[in-house]
């Protein structure tokens, strides 16, 4: 099967700031250092379970072996622009899957929490306080994995089976530890770099020029230009020919793995 392999450097001088959890939340992983991640792409996972049943949902089955998918995802929020972006996906019978933080976020709007659900959208976890992982503590790892879930679990009765790490950087401590407690890596093929401008124009432009096939797109709907940006991004994309799902449905028939990182 074909992997991508990312090297990381695991190193723990100590916490990162809450207030900068998003800055560069769309990095890459390193380049350097000494602990190898390989990543798998979605269609090595759908060969892998070829005999799972096909991932359904609200918005129907979508069978990505024959279907050119692509999945959106949002980090970061809940956020004070996230009523408008599910009213738009809503409108456009798209899925999406938001990688949700829990301090200032989930405990600030609950109800979108559950609307996301409601709605048929894959809610996920991007840590409690967006921490770098690979920066601290097993034990804190586990806090900050387990207290989003907690909190997602309690508003829509699932509990999330997916988590994004925060600036994607990970290493053998976090996926086994993410082995543990049940949760699958999902990181990104196409960014907006949205925390870097507010014009929907260029992030637009961005996303359009990098996506493909199995891409998923990383945005971030608590900036204010980017919600702005859905609507042609979605209007352009089907234009071509894909289909948007969420990513478990991009994984089907395959499971998503505890500890496996997803990378197209």
Same mark, same amino acid.
């Given at each position: 099967m074909p992997f991508l392999t990312r090297k990381t450097k695991r190193s723990r001088p100590g916490f990162r700031s809450a207030a900068a959890l998003v800055t560069a939340a769309a990095l890459a992983l390193p380049l350097a250092g000494c602990t190898t991640v390989h990543t798998t792409a979605p269609a090595a996972a759908r060969a892998q379970t070829a005999s799972d049943a096909k991932a359904a949902g609200r918005f129907g089955t979508v069978d990505c072996r024959e279907a050119k998918c692509i999945a959106l995802t949002f980090d970061a929020g809940p956020s004070e622009h996230s009523a408008e *972006? *599910?009213?738009i996906l809503k409108e456009k019978k798209v899925p999406a899957t938001f990688f949700l933080l829990g301090k200032r976020h989930i405990e600030k709007y609950p109800e979108l929490v559950k609307r996301m659900a409601a709605e048929g959208h894959e809610v996920a976890s991007h840590t409690w306080d967006h921490k770098i992982l690979t920066q601290i503590e097993p034990d804190e790892i586990r806090a900050e *994995? &387990? &207290?989003p879930n907690d909190a997602i679990e309690r508003l829509t009765g699932r509990r999330p089976t997916l988590m994004r790490p925060p600036q994607g950087r990970t290493d053998d401590t976090v996926q086994k530890i993410c082995r543990e407690m049940g949760l699958s890596e999902v990181l990104w093929s196409v960014t907006a770099k949205d925390y870097k401008t507010y014009d929907p124009k260029v992030i637009r432009e961005r996303v359009l020029k990098q996506s493909t096939r199995d891409g998923i797109i990383l *945005?971030? #709907?608590l900036y204010p230009g980017? +919600?702005?940006a859905v609507p042609g %991004? %979605? #209007?352009a994309l089907k234009e071509r020919g894909y289909v948007f799902v969420t990513v478990p449905q991009l994984l089907a028939p395959g499971k998503p793995k505890p500890?496996? +990182?997803y990378r197209p």
């Open positions: *972006l *599910l009213d *994995l &387990r &207290r *945005l971030h #709907d980017t +919600v702005p %991004i %979605i #209007d500890g496996t +990182v």
